[in-house]
């Protein structure tokens, strides 16, 4: 199984339980040539394959706003989980808990 997809951040361990969802449903997202993420108040965006059970990432984006960037890393757990972690650059480092997030097929 590939890191391919979208993925629901669960959970931020350390943070309350609403900070991941305050703006809008925490994600991550991994596609074939990038990806993208988003949680609390913070949004990036990353290059790079994810073809493989893990992956690390150089991102860039906002936070409240503000120009950020930093790296970042995740990995597949054998429960089909997705761990890894979001590091600011001169700042904190997120750790996240993520899950597939299903797809519609449902025409809207």
């Known amino acids: 199984m590939s890191l391919a997809g979208r993925w629901r ?3 931020i361990p350390g943070y309350e339980a609403d900070y991941a969802d305050m703006v809008e449903p925490a994600y991550i997202l991994f596609g074939p040539t990038g990806g993208e993420f988003a949680f609390g108040c913070v949004t990036g965006s990353f290059a790079g394959a994810s073809e493989s059970h893990a992956v ?4 860039d984006g906002n936070d409240e706003m503000d120009e950020v960037r930093g790296g970042g890393w995740a990995e597949l757990q054998d429960n089909g989980s997705l761990v890894g972690e979001i590091n600011f ?3 904190d480092d ?4 993520a899950r597939p997030w299903p797809t519609s097929s449902t025409a809207c």
């Open 89 to 91: 650059h001169n700042g």
């Open 56 to 59: 690390a990432f150089d991102w």
């Open 9 to 11: 951040i669960v959970e």
């Open 94 to 97: 997120i750790p996240f808990i």
